[in-house]
């Protein structure tokens, strides 16, 4: 059983700066970020194959977030610049194990962190 534990939300101003860190208790083939704001879906926002590739990032925040792993930790962390309003949310770390492509869809993994709370204020 993989389990998820994210760190690094807060409470920050549009246009600052956070780092979410994701710490895995097991190898993962992909990892990914997803966030829920109140009343809307849960949105895939970054994913990556940990043994190699390029991340893969949702057009709304594309240039202003990064995600990246250490696998010899497997740790991932999500930087996110820029931030606005519209990225409060709770953010999730996802992880799936055997897969080699991944994806922004939730279906495809099964395992899940508890979930880090990001608000931007105005």
């Known amino acids: 059983q993989v389990q998820l534990v994210e760190s690094g939300g807060g409470s920050v101003q549009a246009g600052g700066s956070l780092t979410l860190t994701c710490v895995s208790s097991?190898?993962?083939?992909?990892v990914a970020w997803f966030r829920q704001a109140p009343g809307k879906e849960r949105e895939g926002i970054a994913t990556?194959?940990?043994?190699?590739?390029?991340?893969g990032y949702a057009n709304s925040v594309k240039g202003r977030f990064t995600l990246s792993q250490d696998g010899a930790k497997n740790t991932a962390y999500l930087r996110m610049t820029n931030l606005k309003p519209d990225d409060t949310a709770m953010y999730y770390c996802?992880?799936?194990?055997?897969?080699?492509?991944?994806?922004?869809?939730?279906?495809?993994?099964?395992?899940w962190g508890q979930g880090t709370q990001v608000t931007v204020s105005s």
């Open positions: 996802a992880a799936s194990i055997g897969s080699t492509g991944c994806t922004l869809r939730n279906s495809a993994y099964g395992y």
């Open positions: 097991h190898s993962r083939d992909c």
């Open positions: 990556m194959y940990t043994r190699g590739g390029s991340p």
